[in-house]
């Protein structure tokens, strides 16, 4: 890849994204909606690389909400049968790319193939190390994630080995799916909404939001580096004055 980003003073250490518009871009050319998922999977394999020649050290993709469940259930299984062939055709590029596979989400309610295909890749890329994390959040939602969460500190405080007045910040945090992975600097949406559709709420406290019209199957390069540059060029205050920050 050719790209240069010499330009962009401050890489953005997590990005996370909202891929919006497959069906919409399908619709558009009067294909069906997973030829739309199937120009989608391309993004995602230029955006993986476009984020790791950048620098980005975690690049977290919304790939299957909770929600998503409820859609034509021909639509579904083409979506896992995707993912799954998805992953096998671009795990030696994972590997050699120091590129690890990673899942937040119930991978529980995989169906089996895709999911045990799903951790197997996941392994094989874990297994040399790695300098960027692809995060992919399949069956994820992130009210589900927190209720969760709030289960599991409960039973300790049941239990005795919490007291309520520990929990703090970090102990949520420490209870989420995400655990181990930095909050998102960046989060984009494409496909023109407005929403966050319960992606990393509680993640996502202090993270700067990209939106863009273009649908995601022509989500590329360029169209990434201008996120990237739209951060770098945002002040991020964390609360604070831009006093306090020096500015
Ligand atoms: C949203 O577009 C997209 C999805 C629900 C699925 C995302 C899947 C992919 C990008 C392809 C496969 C993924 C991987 C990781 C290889 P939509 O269908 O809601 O579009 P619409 O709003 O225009 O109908």
């Given at each position: 890849?050719t790209?240069?980003?010499?330009?962009?003073?401050?890489?953005p250490?997590?990005?996370?994204?909202?891929?919006d518009g497959?069906?919409?871009?399908?619709?558009k050319?009067?294909?069906n909606?997973?030829?739309?998922?199937?120009?989608?999977?391309e993004s995602?394999?230029?955006?993986?690389?476009?984020?790791?020649?950048?620098g980005?050290?975690?690049?977290?993709l919304?790939?299957?909400?909770?929600?998503n469940?409820?859609?034509?259930?021909?639509?579904?299984?083409?979506?896992?049968?995707?993912?799954?062939?998805f992953?096998?055709?671009?795990?030696?590029?994972l590997?050699?790319?120091?590129?690890r596979?990673?899942?937040?989400?119930?991978?529980?309610?995989?169906?089996?193939?895709?999911?045990?295909k799903?951790?197997r890749?996941k392994?094989?890329?874990?297994?040399?190390g790695?300098?960027m994390?692809?995060?992919?959040?399949?069956?994820?939602g992130?009210?589900?994630?927190?209720?969760?969460?709030?289960?599991a500190?409960?039973?300790?405080v049941r239990?005795?080995?919490?007291?309520?007045?520990?929990?703090t910040?970090?102990?949520?945090?420490?209870?989420?799916?995400t655990?181990?992975?930095?909050d998102p600097?960046?989060?984009?949406?494409?496909s023109?909404?407005?929403?966050?559709?319960?992606?990393?709420?509680?993640?996502s406290?202090?993270?700067?939001?990209?939106?863009?019209?273009?649908?995601?199957?022509?989500?590329?390069?360029?169209?990434?580096l201008?996120a990237?540059?739209?951060y770098?060029?945002?002040?991020?205050r964390?609360?604070?004055?831009?006093?306090?920050?020096?500015?």
């Amino acid at each position: 890849m050719t790209l240069s980003y010499t330009d962009i003073e401050r890489v953005p250490r997590h990005v996370a994204i909202i891929m919006d518009g497959n069906g919409r871009w399908a619709k558009k050319r009067t294909w069906n909606r997973l030829r739309g998922h199937r120009e989608g999977a391309e993004s995602v394999d230029i955006i993986t690389e476009a984020a790791r020649v950048a620098g980005v050290e975690y690049l977290t993709l919304y790939a299957f909400s909770t929600e998503n469940w409820s859609r034509p259930q021909d639509e579904v299984v083409g979506l896992w049968e995707l993912l799954g062939d998805f992953l096998e055709k671009k795990k030696s590029k994972l590997i050699t790319n120091r590129i690890r596979l990673h899942f937040i989400g119930h991978m529980e309610h995989l169906p089996e193939k895709t999911r045990e295909k799903a951790l197997r890749v996941k392994r094989e890329t874990e297994a040399n190390g790695w300098d960027m994390t692809l995060t992919l959040a399949l069956s994820y939602g992130s009210r589900d994630e927190l209720i969760c969460a709030t289960k599991a500190i409960a039973e300790k405080v049941r239990v005795g080995t919490l007291r309520s007045e520990q929990i703090t910040d970090a102990t949520i945090t420490e209870h989420l799916s995400t655990v181990g992975l930095p909050d998102p600097d960046l989060i984009i949406r494409t496909s023109g909404e407005l929403r966050i559709s319960n992606f990393l709420l509680w993640q996502s406290a202090y993270a700067e939001y990209y939106f863009t019209d273009t649908l995601w199957p022509d989500f590329r390069e360029p169209e990434f580096l201008e996120a990237l540059r739209s951060y770098a060029g945002r002040t991020r205050r964390f609360g604070k004055t831009d006093e306090q920050l020096g500015g």
